[in-house]
């Protein structure tokens, strides 16, 4: 309950805060590609439910719906500002609104794509599933694209064991930091 008010409040400053670079951004991905500015990727959720997970599209729109790391060679299906959205984490704001609606968290795991089998059978395993998927988690924090799917899950599971206020916090913080220095970034 703490952490779903922590979401709900934290998501409205935010979304209150960045409403102008939410609406620059978005016209920067349609002028610079055809399509949406908004990708809706479905996405292993709470309990492993997919929902419908919002991302300004740094890909062009016929990039097959597999992982990034899977694609043989991703950048040549980058959009010309999709490099600099991934790089910068300004892609994720749209997940504001899945906050917001209750479908992620500030903090958690970051959800599984809805083929990635190999990763969400891992953490149904032990017990990943049962918490909510977040913005950013304590994998992202600790390796981000760079992990392997087995280190990914252990950091998951960690956080799991940890969770609190104030671990929620600190991964915040370090996420905020490994932004700034595009920590952790391989595309």
Do not use: C
């Not at 990039?63 to 984490?89: C, D, K, W, Y």
């Not at 059978?121 to 992202?140: C, E, F």
């Not at 998951?156 to 600190?170: G, H, I, P, T």
């Amino acid at each position: 309950m703490l952490k779903r008010s922590f979401d709900l409040l934290l998501s409205i400053i935010a979304a209150f805060l960045l409403a102008a670079p939410v609406i620059v951004v978005a016209l920067m991905v349609r002028i610079t590609s055809s399509g949406p500015a908004v990708y809706w990727s479905d996405r292993v959720g709470l309990h492993n439910k997919i929902f419908k997970m919002p991302k300004f599209r740094t890909m062009r729109v016929d990039t097959p719906a597999v992982a990034t790391h899977l694609l043989t060679n991703p950048e040549q299906f980058l959009t010309p500002i999709g490099s600099f959205l991934r790089q910068s984490s300004l892609d994720e704001l749209p997940q504001l609104w899945s906050i917001l609606k209750g479908d992620m968290s500030f903090v958690g795991p970051r959800p599984a794509l809805f083929n990635q089998e190999d990763l969400i059978s891992l953490r149904s395993r032990y017990g990943v599933d049962r918490i909510k998927p977040g913005l950013t988690g304590w994998a992202q924090v600790n390796g981000r694209d760079e992990l392997p799917i087995p280190e990914k899950v252990e950091l998951d599971v960690e956080y799991m064991q940890r969770q609190s206020f104030w671990f929620d916090w600190k991964i915040i913080i370090l996420t905020f930091l490994k932004v700034l220095k595009k920590d952790g970034i391989t595309h």
